[in-house]
């Protein structure tokens, strides 16, 4: 079993960040905030408007970025399909939306809600509670003038952060209000709003444990029985929980994916392993996922050494593994919430309900097992949500980090404060 210590202090490690160019001057700056980013972890896209072309190169972009740069909604003939809805996507991705500099022509086409490019086609596909901090760029007379006040009032009034130019000299040689702060500025100022939108969210500084991938049970010192979980929805859902904040311990079976920043990773085999770690989080934590496919049963005697092939058939008994989340849910305390998953191959909604009352589960994702678009493998799932009241939730189809988002959105309705009930309080 490994452990691995985590470090908290650098809330930008791990994020997704969207940079948005406009066609301003400062966009020369652009290149070394995309470069900070990356230096402090984060991951970076961006997307610029045919203007921002004029004072700085897609390809500089793309070198500091190591990734694509977005300009139209519409991609070349040649590519693949998903290109079509990419502005959906990468704002299911984004953490954050940056927009330096923003001149008075896109504020005006943003306040409108007009989108007629990648960069605005963005802004407004992003998820309400992430942050969107625009950095106006343009003569002193200008952001002074009466439609850009009232345009960033509007925005403003939508909950997006307009951060002030600073005084200096401008482009026209004149002195005033209007310079784009520095790149370290802006960065700090990105900093400073993730940290108040995850403290906003009701899993700030809670504890989360997530279970996730399969579990190996020996039948001999080199077979085992095993399924095709490869830990992909569960990892996601650990580092979307530690994007919201979360203090969380990621429990997993035999898989090969990185551990999420920020999460405290325990590895184990077999579902002995697992059921014996996650019972020394049970009391501590304040939500218990568990998204692992921890095998049913286990070879009741396996063998130490390697099994000989001497005989045509051999025979197995299976014994019953313990039931990990069915005995969080029936010890759970007032204040944790339990969270399952039920995968079927056909139609199970009915199955997922009965699982949901008989572990005494707060909610529950039935997902269905194609092995196409959901389920085991793949980077995509169908979820139905469940939960104790019976509300239903149906998903579309998601990739994992879109459905986890999703997931812990449900999860947060759950602990919204009541008289005389908080469901996370310390327990």
């Not at 960069?119 to 992003?126: G, I, K, R, S, Y």
């Not at 990990?324 to 969270?339: D, H, P, R, T, Y």
Request: charged share 20%; glycine share 8%.
């Amino acid at each position: 079993m490994r452990h691995q210590t985590i470090h908290r202090d650098n809330v930008l490690r791990g994020k997704n960040i969207i940079i948005g160019i406009s066609g301003g001057i400062a966009a020369y700056k652009t290149p070394q905030i995309v470069r900070l980013l990356k230096k402090s972890g984060a991951k970076v896209r961006v997307a610029l408007t045919d203007g921002a072309t004029r004072f700085v190169s897609e390809l500089a972009l793309a070198t500091v970025s190591e990734e694509r740069v977005y300009r139209s909604i519409f991609p070349p003939a040649d590519t693949s399909g998903t290109d079509y809805t990419r502005h959906i996507s990468l704002g299911e991705w984004a953490d954050a939306f940056v927009i330096a500099p923003a001149t008075a022509n896109t504020l005006a086409k943003l306040s409108a809600g007009l989108c007629d490019d990648m960069l605005t086609a963005l802004f407004l596909t992003l998820r309400p509670r992430k942050p969107v901090l625009i950095f106006p760029a343009m003569d002193g007379q200008m952001f002074l003038s009466a439609s850009v006040q009232r345009n960033i009032a509007t925005l403003t009034a939508q909950g997006c952060r307009v951060i002030n130019p600073d005084s200096g000299e401008l482009a026209s040689g004149l002195c005033g209000v209007g310079r784009m702060p520095e790149p370290e500025s802006i960065v700090a100022s990105l900093q400073n709003a993730l940290h108040s939108t995850a403290a906003t969210s009701p899993l700030y500084g809670k504890s989360v444990v997530v279970t996730a991938g399969p579990t190996r049970e020996k039948i001999d010192g080199v077979r085992f029985i095993s399924n095709y979980s490869s830990g992909k929805m569960g990892f996601a859902i650990a580092r979307a929980a530690a994007k919201r904040g979360a203090m969380v311990t990621l429990i997993t079976g035999p898989v090969h994916l990185e551990t999420p920043p920020e999460v405290t990773r325990l590895d184990v085999e077999s579902a002995l392993e697992m059921h014996d770690t996650a019972l020394s989080c049970f009391k501590s934590c304040n939500v218990f996922i568990g998204a692992a496919a921890v095998s049913d049963y286990r070879p009741l005697d396996p063998s130490e050494g390697k099994m000989k092939k001497e005989n045509p058939e051999i025979e197995l008994t299976l014994v019953r593994n313990p039931d990990i989340l069915a005995e969080f849910g029936l010890q759970k305390a007032s204040g944790q919430l339990a969270v399952g998953f039920a995968l079927e191959t056909q139609t199970g909604l009915g199955n997922a309900r009965k699982k949901l009352k008989a572990k005494n589960l707060d909610l529950i994702a039935f997902n269905f097992f194609d092995r196409k678009t959901s389920g085991f493998e793949v980077d995509t799932n169908i979820l139905t949500l469940i939960d104790k009241e019976g509300v239903t939730t149906e998903l579309p189809l998601l990739s994992k980090d879109a459905a986890a988002g999703q997931l812990l959105d449900c999860i947060e309705k759950l602990c919204v404060y009541t008289p005389g009930i908080n469901p996370l309080k310390n327990v």
